[in-house]
Nanobody, 128 residues
Framework: VQLVESGGGVVQAGGSLTLSCAPSGFSFDNYAIGWFRQTPGKEREGVSV????????YYADSVKGRFTISSDKAKNTVTLQMNSLKPEDTAIYYCAAGPEGLLNIKYYLENFNLYDFWGRGTQVTVSS
């Protein structure tokens, strides 16, 4: 059982990238899927989360209006579309999966222990 992220890379400021998260060994049904990021020397930061059952989403203020999280149930994949990227978006991005509905969705960006599975991460670099 694992999560696999893909889609990271290098992009200029103002550009776009699309990250994907897919599970191996289980289905995303009734899971909350979160995206997090971390840079060396900084704490892990919650970026966005989606309830796979009904599509409820929540975003960190730092990415609101620029990033969009979505779920493709047929493909069992969650995607993070990142537009208008800034150099400060540079980080390793991780996806995580945990049971939905344990707390209000906004707390899923703060409480890492709500998640049972984590991916290994994908590097996103935004050059100025």
């Amino acid at each position: 059982v694992q999560l696999v992220e893909s889609g990271g890379g290098v992009v200029q400021a103002g550009g776009s990238l699309t990250l994907s998260c897919a599970p191996s060994g289980f289905s995303f049904d009734n899971y909350a899927i979160g995206w997090f990021r971390q840079t060396p020397g900084k704490e892990r930061e919650g970026v966005s989360v989606i309830y796979n059952s009904d599509g409820t989403t929540y975003y960190a203020d730092s990415v609101k209006g620029r990033f969009t999280i979505s779920s493709d149930k047929a493909k069992n994949t969650v995607t993070l579309q990142m537009n208008s990227l800034k150099p400060e978006d540079t980080a390793i991005y991780y996806c995580a999966a945990g049971p939905e509905g344990l707390l209000n969705i906004k707390y899923y960006l703060e409480n890492f222990n709500l998640y049972d599975f984590w991916g290994r991460g994908t590097q996103v670099t935004v050059s100025s």
